[in-house]
């Protein structure tokens, strides 16, 4: 069983960035595609961005693509999520989780395991 915990959200304006980590324990975090999804206040949880085990494919949601990058350390058994040029819209609570699924799948459903979350709050 891998547990996720994340950490680095925080109060930004509009246009600022921010570090999103999501540190990992277990004995089998390598074997596992991780990916990022955020919840907003009354909708349903969406997919953000997502890499494989060894960190040499990502994915991203279109709504992100150019503006957030992800990336893991498997010595550190960490990812993490850099949001730039970041907008209202991406207000919401990030969480991380993991999959041996494929890596570029979108659902929620398809994710096994899930950290607890932290809170993104962009200001205009």
């Known amino acids: 069983q891998v547990q996720l915990v994340e950490s680095g959200g925080g109060l930004v304006q509009a246009g600022g960035s921010l570090r999103l980590s999501c540190a990992a324990s277990g004995p089998t975090f390598s074997n596992y595609a991780v990916g990022w999804f955020r919840q907003a206040p009354g909708k349903e949880r969406e997919y953000v961005a997502s890499?494989?085990?060894?960190?040499?494919?990502?994915y991203y949601d279109d709504s992100v693509k150019g503006r957030f990058t992800i990336f893991r350390d498997n010595g550190r058994e960490t990812v993490f999520l850099t949001l730039n040029r970041l907008k209202p819209e991406d207000t919401g609570v990030y969480y991380c989780?993991?999959?041996?699924?494929?890596?570029?799948?979108?659902?929620?459903?398809?994710?096994?395991?899930w950290g607890q979350g932290t809170q993104v709050t962009v200001s205009s």
């Open positions: 989780a993991v999959t041996q699924a494929n890596p570029a799948v979108v659902s929620p459903n398809r994710y096994a395991y």
């Open positions: 890499v494989n085990w060894s960190g040499s494919s990502t």
